[in-house]
């Protein structure tokens, strides 16, 4: 292969890995250096050209058409972890404003912004499952996959994969109402019970014992719900999977 045809084509990679650095978890995050992550992808890039190289569009050429193809192809292997870990981030700040905790916040080094207490440990918790889990290796493995799947220098109709990424993001909010279910039943039935309270002993001074309840039982509940949560990602693999398959399809044109 030209010189000239090689670097257009690790090029064309680099995009590609780089659209999924932009959104996939701690590959995006901004406790890691740039310099760092740039390297990364450039020995990302050296060890998965081989692969892109067997499998290229005869002539790849690096245009503005591929340049987008590739990096929403990137952006569809990533999108499919963000989700989880914002998922989780909205878990727990559903849980914060149901335990009387939403007023804790602290700075989110991992995203550079103030988060509720309870939505910074499930960001955490999650990134760290999805490590141990294997995630980010599946992320890399997911992208020498497309390799085949989507030939580096191949143009599609990008435009139904950004409407496939916008339902997908969709699903955030509900699979965080999913993580948060069983503190916010608890939330609910403490109300209730402290409404009884309320109707049986008019006196009952409830203000000094609503809000220690509240937050007794959400914790109790997230503690208890917690490995809940970790049995979940035993078949996270598989549904990563799956919503690279959503993503990628319709620009394929397959249903």
């Not at 999977?241 to 319709?250: K, M």
């Amino acid at each position: 292969m030209p010189l000239d045809s090689a670097m257009q084509l690790a090029f064309l990679l680099f995009c590609r890995l780089g659209g999924m650095a932009l959104v996939a978890p701690f590959f995006a995050s901004r406790t890691i250096p740039v310099r760092l992550r740039t390297a990364m992808l450039v020995v990302l890039t050296v060890v998965l050209f081989p692969v892109a190289k067997a499998n290229a569009v005869a002539g790849a050429q690096a245009t503005f058409a591929t340049f987008a193809t590739e990096s929403i192809v990137g952006l569809a292997i990533g999108f499919g972890s963000a989700i989880v870990v914002g998922a989780a981030q909205a878990a727990g700040d559903f849980m914060a404003v149901q335990t009387g905790l939403q007023g804790a916040s602290l700075f989110d080094p991992m995203t550079s912004v103030s988060v509720p207490t309870l939505g910074q440990f499930m960001t955490a918790f999650t990134t760290l499952l999805l490590l141990a889990s294997g995630g980010h290796v599946l992320m890399i493995e997911g992208v020498g996959e497309t390799l085949r799947v989507v030939p580096p220098g191949t143009v599609l109709d990008v435009a139904p994969g950004l409407l496939a990424m916008g339902k997908l993001g969709g699903e955030l909010l509900s699979l965080g109402i999913l993580f948060a279910a069983p503190a916010i039943a608890a939330s609910i039935l403490a109300t209730l019970l402290l409404g009884v309270l309320v109707k049986a002993a008019p006196q009952f001074n409830l203000l000094a014992v609503a809000f220690p309840l509240q937050i007794a039982a959400g914790l109790v509940t997230i503690g208890a719900g917690i490995a809940l949560t970790a049995t979940w990602f035993a078949g996270w693999d598989a549904r990563h999977l799956h919503d690279i398959e959503r993503l990628i399809a319709p620009m394929l044109g397959t249903p």
